[in-house]
T-cell receptor, first 119, second 118 residues
């Protein structure tokens, strides 16, 4: 079974500052994928960044980067130069990555971290 | 191209009534997923379609829930005899599938349908 834990229900940051959201996970698979999704008040889930477990290099997408610690099963998201539009619920998600049938294609989500960017 | 679309955006129904929620996936995506998001909770997997294969219904919470996907594209989630605990946001997502392609595993979500059962 896969689990994803986000231990910070809420966080806040001042505009232009940097914030890090935490995520830990557990899986017995080796070739899995990790994602961060953003859900603003509009409800639309937006993919922020993805990381393949086989890659040692941390993924980056503009102001968003991750710190992927495979041995520690940690996958934190760093948002640099925070903007008001970054205010949203952020979900960490795990794809176990197996190609075989069964339940291995389901994304397992954490409960989310509500990030508020203050002006 | 167009993203995943869902309709209606909001649905208010009386307890005991049936409802149908619709999802239009991204063109070319063979995999389609339904999730439920209750207030303050993460996303709960409901059902998964992949091409012409039999769907995985293991996440459906009761036999009042069913879903179909016609022609490998549009999907309808039906909830019969709705109960107040069915109130939630129902999200649909699609992807290129689970073929193992590195670029095919991201799921793209629709805006969801907020269902309120009174």
């Amino acid at each position: 079974a896969q689990t994803v834990t986000q231990s910070q229900p809420e966080m806040s940051v001042q505009e232009a500052e940097t914030v890090t959201l935490s995520c830990t996970y557990d899986t017995s698979e080796s070739n899995y994928y990790l994602f961060w999704y953003k859900q603003p008040p509009s409800r639309q889930m937006i993919l922020v960044i993805r990381q393949e477990a086989y890659k040692q290099q941390n993924a980056t997408e503009n102001r968003f980067s991750v710190n992927f610690q495979k041995a520690a099963k940690s996958f934190s998201l760093k948002i640099s130069d925070s903007q008001l539009g970054d205010t949203a619920m952020y979900f960490c998600a795990l794809d176990p990555g197996r190609n075989s049938g069964g339940s291995n294609y389901k994304l397992t989500f954490g409960k989310g971290t509500l990030l508020t960017v203050n002006p | 191209g167009a993203g995943v679309s869902q309709s209606p955006s909001n649905k208010v129904t009386e307890k005991g009534k049936d409802v149908e929620l619709r999802c239009d996936p991204i063109s070319g995506h063979t995999a389609l997923y339904w999730y439920r998001q209750s207030l303050g909770q993460g996303l709960e997997f409901l059902i998964y379609f992949q091409g012409n294969s039999a769907p995985d219904k293991s996440g459906l919470p009761s036999d009042r829930f069913s879903a179909e996907r016609t022609g490998g594209s549009v999907s309808t989630l039906t909830i019969q005899r709705t109960q107040q605990e069915d109130s939630a946001v129902y999200l649909c997502a699609s992807s290129f599938g689970t073929s193992g392609r590195r670029l095919g595993r991201e799921q793209y979500f629709g805006p969801g349908t907020r269902l309120t059962v009174t």
